[in-house]
């Protein structure tokens, strides 16, 4: 009784959304109501202008989302690991994309010295990032490091999602799973591609890997392919 005149907006918005669905495509809501299968996990910003099923014209069911301030992926957020384990294990997507943005303002705010609350903690992740690659920050402007930082950060999280327990029993099993990272532009609604796509373990560091090369090639034909590729690249290179 206290705010929800202040909702009217939101209830006639939804009615008339739920009657045009009706409409157009009576088989839905009774379709959705039995499954979800939907084939990407989305890790995104929380930011309001960020939202991934409009940014990837992607219908309610077939996308499963999770979003926190500057789209970060931290080793003991159950929050996170929860909602990666389920999607992997339940859902079985095929797809994790983690999805950041130029004009961040969680990444924004992490390249300053000004404190905001608790908040400060969370964007100390971010703060890491860039310290581990403080360098490449040298002759950068203002707005130019800010940009690099969100497409930095993206990498990094990548890397975190891939180095979880939770990515590589899946790989360990043979399930077929791939990490994206991907930066929207605000400016003109475009998503682009940071070509950071790990699929098995040999994509990642060795002091990330939970198994052994030789734990891989005695449970997995396919990873012992990929394995086998990748150190004969390895040795042509050398
Ligand atoms: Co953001």
Same mark, same amino acid.
């Given at each position: 009784? $206290?705010? $929800?005149?202040? =909702?009217?907006?939101?209830? !006639? ?23 979800? /299968? ?12 960020? $939202? ?6 992607? @219908? ?15 080793? &003991?957020?159950?929050?996170? =690991?929860?909602?990666?384990?389920y ?27 000004? /404190?905001?609350g608790?908040? %400060?903690?969370?964007l100390?992740?971010?703060? %890491? ?11 950068? !402007?203002?707005?130019? /490091? ?7 950060n993206?990498?990094? +999280? ?6 979880? &327990?939770? @990515? ?34 040999? %994509?990642?560091? !060795? ?8 734990e891989? @090639?005695?449970?997995?034909?396919s990873?012992?392919?990929?394995? +086998?590729?990748?150190?004969?690249v390895? !040795?042509?290179?050398?």
């Amino acid at each position: 009784m $206290s705010s $929800s005149h202040t =909702l009217d907006n939101i209830f !006639s918005n939804n009615r008339r959304w739920a009657e045009e669905v009706q409409r157009d495509h009576p088989d839905f809501f009774p379709r959705l109501e039995k499954q979800q /299968s939907p084939e990407y996990l989305w890790i995104g910003c929380a930011d309001s202008r960020v $939202s991934a099923n409009e940014i990837m014209g992607l @219908l309610p069911g077939e996308v499963f989302v999770h979003r926190n301030v500057a789209n970060v992926v931290v080793h &003991t957020d159950f929050n996170c =690991l929860s909602v990666l384990q389920y999607a992997i294990d339940v859902l079985q997507v095929k797809h994790v994309i983690v999805t950041g943005h130029y004009g961040c303002g969680g990444v924004r705010a992490a390249l300053e010295n000004r /404190s905001m609350g608790l908040i %400060d903690n969370w964007l100390r992740n971010i703060k %890491d990032v860039y310290f581990k690659h403080e360098n490449l920050f040298t002759h950068l !402007s203002a707005d130019e /490091s800010a940009e690099l930082l969100c497409e930095i950060n993206v990498r990094e +999280q990548v890397g975190n999602v891939c180095h979880t &327990t939770i @990515l590589q029993d899946a790989w360990k099993r043979g399930q077929a799973v791939t990490v994206h990272g991907l930066i929207y532009s605000l400016h003109d609604g475009i998503l682009n591609d940071l070509d950071v796509n790990v699929s098995g373990m040999q %994509d990642i560091p !060795s002091i990330y890997r939970m198994y052994s090369d030789a734990e891989m @090639l005695a449970r997995l034909p396919s990873q012992r392919r990929r394995l +086998q590729q990748s150190a004969q690249v390895g !040795s042509q290179q050398q």
